[in-house]
């Protein structure tokens, strides 16, 4: 009919159509589905008609147009979900049916983070002069120590960039470690048994805490670690978050039973992986990341079902301990055991009690490589698993064919990220001979420029502090190896002495070259090392990429998609990016982890969520009443003479290449029964 000059007017109790005519239709009932059917309508008018005020005629006709519209969505659906077969339809409807009915509790009142802190001086608002470094005078400080001589059993806490003592924490001994693990192990038996419904309460409880607690979080990171509140932002925030969605998203399809398939001779059974979880898994973070690197195997290991013991880093357990009490919160406001987690602070004794520990099942190592070994010492006594995530020495390549202007502010980012102090932060970076007096001349201002300071006393900070001391004494002998050698240092190469914390400047170091310590040993600060491929030759970057015991990650930018791809195609890295830096952990479902110095094993992805579980084959019967029988001619006791026949028809039946050989295979197997094995066995084979 005619439905441009139709008026659809809902009431709670009426539906009534005025036509221009004069004629009026009205549903007196107005029931649920009247109302339902007439909203539909009014959409699909309005989505699909271009009448300015499109509506339905009668009560009839909106029903039929709102069948209509549900129809053609199911069937849209559908044949989405048929065309990509990667998209889990019904795995989808469900989480999303969960998250709208399964409303999650708010844990900020179980939870006590110490207040946010004002910057120093008034220096936070937006009109703030960036203040440069080196434009106070140097002032004079000792670093604190972490022990105390006249109490041992306690560990000092202290801010990198400011000094200030922040508190204290035990110093855990190796029986207080065992009886941590052992609370754990009690409690992960019953949690074991729990739904990945329940398991994902407990993470979209978490991840409701962080999004509305961004500024309380980021504050903690940069008071403890000295790192910007925008690295803290992108690094620990942004990772965690993306690193709960994805295991809500894929963890219980990455955890289900795995189908494999059977040979023919097997054809009657079933055959399947499932994983089933570990128990304790034993964690040893790092310092750069406190509030990630604490949740990131707490989520990976309580989503597989285990319990989790985590020894922090002594320089950022301050933080630590508050990021665990939000795990400990998120369990037991739904419900369950919160010893399920546990935190161990303390020096190197306290994570070598960890992995000697007999009620911890595998360790998840982050650290050096020196430190990785002693780890594997510990562990192989018990036979215990370990995975080794161990840094690297990152390599970015510029190819002759970019712009400056695109791949600077990546060179910026992958550099000076979090001061540097990145396990996949580019530590080389490879620009081709004629574009690189180019690129030194552009990007030298832009490393001059960064100011440094304390990211909690002004606005204007692009990096922040080292987390250790001994860091800063490191990267000072690494240049001043290198520029003994030949290397030139553009700016920076020496600590910062004007903030009164543990800083080093920004530095741009270049003519690095394969005798020098810097060219192989890892840096882990703000320096950024220019290397010149000569003759802009792929191969001879290729050569030089490799020339390096680390191998975690690495990243190629060049104008050809396929060169780049090419390139890093021959780099012997567990990881890889063309024209992007940093995304790979960004994406969950890739596993991270590299080779050589870099360690092994993975985690993320579900590569790293099944490395938290006992991967059990197993095979069933599949069809019922069918079971496998033992052979006359191998069955006990055996006439070898005729076992040797029929083994070898067997195999001729099988693996035979040819149907005659198959053939002869079947007459093998009748020629060597002995009458304690049936024809219809002979067939049932």
Same mark, same amino acid.
């Not at 306690?154 to 924490?169: F, H, I, M, N, W």
């Given at each position: 009919?005619d439905?441009?000059?139709?008026?659809?007017?809902?009431?709670?109790?009426?539906?009534?159509?005025?036509?221009?005519?004069?004629?009026?239709?009205?549903?007196?009932?107005?029931?649920?589905?009247?109302?339902?059917?007439?909203?539909?309508?009014?959409?699909?008018?309005?989505?699909?008609?271009?009448?300015?005020?499109?509506?339905?005629?009668?009560?009839?006709?909106?029903?039929?147009?709102s069948?209509?519209?549900?129809?053609?969505?199911?069937?849209?659906?559908?044949?989405?979900?048929?065309?990509?077969?990667?998209?889990?339809?019904?795995?989808?409807?469900?989480l999303?049916?969960?998250?709208?009915?399964?409303a999650?509790?708010?844990?900020s009142?179980?939870?006590?983070?110490?207040?946010?802190?004002?910057?120093?001086?008034?220096?936070?608002?937006?009109?703030?002069?960036?203040?440069?470094?080196?434009?106070?005078?140097?002032?004079?400080?000792?670093?604190?120590?972490?022990?105390?001589?006249?109490?041992?059993?306690?560990?000092?806490?202290?801010?990198?960039?400011?000094?200030?003592?922040?508190g204290? /924490?035990?110093?855990?001994?190796?029986?207080?470690?065992?009886?941590?693990?052992?609370?754990?192990?009690?409690?992960?038996?019953?949690w074991?048994?729990?739904?990945?419904?329940?398991?994902?309460?407990?993470? $979209?409880?978490?991840?409701?805490?962080?999004?509305?607690?961004?500024?309380?979080?980021?504050?903690?990171?940069?008071?403890?670690?000295?790192?910007?509140?925008?690295?803290?932002l992108?690094?620990?925030?942004?990772?965690?978050?993306?690193?709960? +969605?994805?295991?809500?998203?894929?963890?219980?399809?990455?955890?289900?039973?795995?189908?494999?398939?059977?040979n023919?001779?097997?054809?009657?059974?079933?055959?399947?992986?499932?994983?089933?979880?570990?128990?304790?898994?034993?964690?040893?973070?790092?310092?750069?990341y406190?509030?990630?690197?604490?949740?990131?195997? /707490?989520?990976?290991?309580?989503?597989?079902?285990?319990?989790?013991?985590?020894?922090?880093?002594?320089?950022?357990?301050?933080?630590?301990?508050?990021?665990?009490?939000?795990?400990?919160?998120?369990?037991?406001?739904?419900?369950?055991?919160?010893?399920?987690?546990?935190?161990?602070?303390?020096?190197?004794?306290t994570?070598?009690?960890l992995?000697?520990?007999?009620? %911890?099942?595998?360790?998840?190592?982050?650290?050096?490589?020196? %430190?990785?070994?002693?780890?594997?010492?510990?562990?192989?006594?018990?036979?215990?698993?370990?995975?080794?995530?161990?840094?690297?020495?990152?390599?970015?390549?510029?190819?002759d064919?970019?712009?400056?202007?695109?791949?600077?502010p990546?060179?910026? $980012?992958?550099?000076?990220?979090?001061?540097?102090?990145?396990?996949?932060?580019v530590? +080389?970076?490879?620009?081709?001979?004629?574009?690189?007096?180019?690129?030194?001349?552009?990007?030298?201002?832009?490393? $001059?420029?960064?100011?440094?300071?304390?990211?909690?006393?002004?606005?204007?900070?692009?990096?922040?502090?080292?987390?250790?001391?001994?860091?800063?004494?490191?990267?000072?002998?690494?240049?001043?190896?290198?520029?003994?050698?030949?290397?030139?240092?553009?700016?920076?190469?020496?600590?910062?002495?004007?903030?009164?914390?543990?800083?080093?400047?920004?530095?741009?170091?270049?003519?690095?070259?394969t005798?020098?310590?810097?060219?192989?040993?890892?840096?882990?600060g703000?320096?950024?090392? /220019?290397?010149?491929?000569?003759?802009?030759?792929d191969?001879?970057c290729?050569?030089? /990429?490799?020339?390096?015991?680390?191998?975690?990650?690495?990243?190629?930018?060049?104008?050809?998609?396929? $060169?780049?791809?090419?390139?890093?195609?021959?780099?012997n890295?567990?990881?890889?990016?063309?024209?992007?830096f940093?995304?790979?952990?960004?994406?969950?479902?890739?596993?991270?982890?590299?080779?050589?110095?870099?360690?092994?094993?993975?985690?993320?992805?579900?590569?790293?969520?099944?490395?938290?579980?006992?991967?059990?084959?197993?095979?069933v019967?599949?069809?019922?009443?069918?079971?496998?029988?033992?052979?006359?001619?191998i069955?006990?006791?055996?006439?070898?003479?005729?076992?040797?026949?029929?083994?070898?028809?067997?195999?001729?039946?099988?693996?035979?290449?040819?149907?005659?050989?198959?053939?002869k295979?079947?007459?093998?197997?009748i020629?060597?029964?002995?009458? +304690?094995?049936?024809?219809?066995e002979?067939?049932?084979?």
């Amino acid at each position: 009919g005619d439905l441009a000059p139709l008026n659809v007017k809902i009431t709670p109790n009426t539906m009534s159509c005025e036509h221009s005519s004069g004629g009026t239709c009205i549903n007196e009932d107005g029931g649920f589905a009247t109302r339902f059917f007439g909203a539909l309508a009014q959409l699909a008018l309005q989505l699909f008609v271009a009448d300015a005020d499109p509506t339905a005629s009668s009560p009839q006709e909106a029903r039929a147009i709102s069948l209509l519209l549900l129809t053609t969505s199911v069937l849209s659906v559908t044949a989405a979900h048929f065309v990509n077969k990667d998209w889990h339809l019904w795995r989808d409807l469900k989480l999303a049916l969960e998250s709208i009915f399964d409303a999650v509790p708010d844990i900020s009142s179980e939870v006590d983070l110490p207040p946010l802190r004002l910057p120093d001086e008034g220096r936070n608002g937006d009109d703030d002069e960036p203040r440069k470094s080196g434009s106070t005078p140097s002032l004079a400080f000792k670093t604190p120590l972490l022990i105390d001589d006249a109490n041992p059993t306690v560990l000092q806490c202290y801010s990198p960039a400011s000094l200030e003592k922040l508190g204290t /924490v035990p110093n855990l001994s190796a029986e207080q470690v065992s009886d941590l693990a052992l609370r754990s192990k009690s409690a992960q038996r019953s949690w074991r048994t729990t739904t990945f419904a329940q398991r994902r309460r407990v993470l $979209r409880t978490l991840q409701k805490y962080v999004v509305s607690h961004i500024d309380e979080i980021c504050h903690l990171c940069a008071r403890d670690s000295g790192k910007t509140q925008v690295d803290a932002l992108l690094g620990e925030i942004l990772t965690t978050c993306e690193k709960i +969605r994805t295991l809500l998203h894929h963890g219980e399809t990455w955890l289900e039973p795995s189908r494999r398939d059977v040979n023919p001779m097997m054809m009657h059974k079933r055959a399947y992986v499932e994983y089933v979880p570990l128990g304790v898994l034993g964690i040893i973070a790092p310092w750069n990341y406190p509030f990630h690197n604490m949740l990131n195997h /707490v989520l990976s290991g309580i989503f597989s079902g285990n319990g989790v013991v985590t020894k922090c880093s002594e320089h950022t357990s301050w933080s630590s301990v508050y990021f665990h009490s939000i795990c400990r919160a998120a369990l037991e406001v739904n419900g369950h055991d919160p010893e399920l987690v546990q935190l161990c602070t303390g020096v190197a004794e306290t994570g070598k009690a960890l992995v000697e520990c007999s009620h %911890v099942d595998k360790i998840f190592f982050t650290g050096s490589p020196n %430190v990785g070994r002693h780890v594997m010492r510990g562990a192989a006594p018990h036979l215990k698993p370990v995975v080794l995530e161990l840094g690297g020495k990152d390599a970015m390549v510029f190819c002759d064919d970019v712009k400056l202007k695109d791949v600077i502010p990546w060179a910026m $980012r992958g550099c000076f990220q979090n001061c540097g102090q990145n396990c996949c932060g580019v530590e +080389r970076l490879f620009v081709y001979e004629s574009i690189v007096k180019d690129f030194i001349t552009a990007i030298a201002e832009k490393v $001059r420029n960064l100011r440094q300071g304390c990211p909690l006393s002004e606005n204007w900070v692009d990096c922040g502090a080292m987390v250790m001391d001994a860091q800063c004494t490191l990267i000072q002998e690494l240049v001043d190896d290198a520029v003994a050698k030949g290397a030139e240092v553009h700016c920076g190469g020496k600590r910062n002495t004007s903030n009164g914390g543990q800083f080093y400047e920004p530095t741009l170091l270049s003519g690095v070259t394969t005798d020098m310590r810097i060219w192989k040993e890892e840096v882990f600060g703000p320096i950024m090392c /220019v290397i010149t491929v000569p003759r802009d030759s792929d191969e001879t970057c290729v050569q030089m /990429v490799n020339d390096c015991p680390f191998g975690l990650g690495s990243s190629v930018y060049s104008a050809s998609t396929s $060169r780049a791809l090419a390139i890093g195609s021959h780099f012997n890295t567990g990881m890889f990016t063309a024209n992007d830096f940093g995304v790979n952990y960004l994406i969950q479902s890739l596993p991270f982890g590299g080779v050589k110095e870099s360690g092994f094993g993975r985690f993320a992805g579900p590569e790293g969520l099944r490395s938290c579980c006992l991967e059990r084959s197993m095979v069933v019967d599949r069809i019922p009443g069918v079971k496998t029988s033992i052979p006359g001619p191998i069955d006990y006791p055996m006439n070898t003479k005729q076992g040797m026949g029929f083994g070898k028809g067997l195999i001729k039946l099988f693996y035979g290449d040819s149907l005659l050989v198959k053939v002869k295979g079947i007459l093998d197997l009748i020629r060597n029964d002995d009458l +304690r094995v049936s024809p219809k066995e002979v067939l049932q084979l």
